[in-house]
Nanobody, 121 residues
């Protein structure tokens, strides 16, 4: 099971840190991705981290603003989001899979329930 937390309402330019805590799964054995879905839009990949945490992928829209990281001791993956923009507003999901990190959401086996992020003044 994956449980996301840390979402909320933030002003443009602000920051949030999302957490993805796992139970019954070992995230140090899995690649983990963050995805988001805005109303009326398809789910899109935001970032992904490899099993060892040594390879990260970011979408062009968040590169330089978001940082993904793994804490194997806490069995948790984080998404630090800085310089947030209104277009970042969406429900954010974390997901996990065996094998390589990827931004293709259809390849992920385990999903959280999502956390809402709203960027608005």
């Amino acid at each position: 099971q994956l449980v996301e937390s840390g979402g909320g309402l933030v002003q443009p330019g602000g920051s949030l840190r999302l957490s993805c805590a796992a139970s019954g799964l070992r995230l140090d054995d899995l690649a983990v991705g963050w995805f988001r879905q805005a109303p009326g839009k398809e789910r899109e990949g935001v970032s992904s981290v490899s099993i060892l945490g040594d390879r990260t992928i970011y979408s062009d829209s968040v590169k330089g603003r978001f940082t993904i990281s793994k804490d194997d001791y806490k069995n948790t993956v984080y998404l630090q989001m800085n310089s947030l923009k209104p277009e970042d507003t969406a429900v954010y999901y974390c997901a996990a899979k065996d094998g390589s990190a990827t931004m293709t959401y259809q390849m992920y086996d385990y999903w959280g329930q999502g956390t809402q992020v709203t960027v608005s003044s």
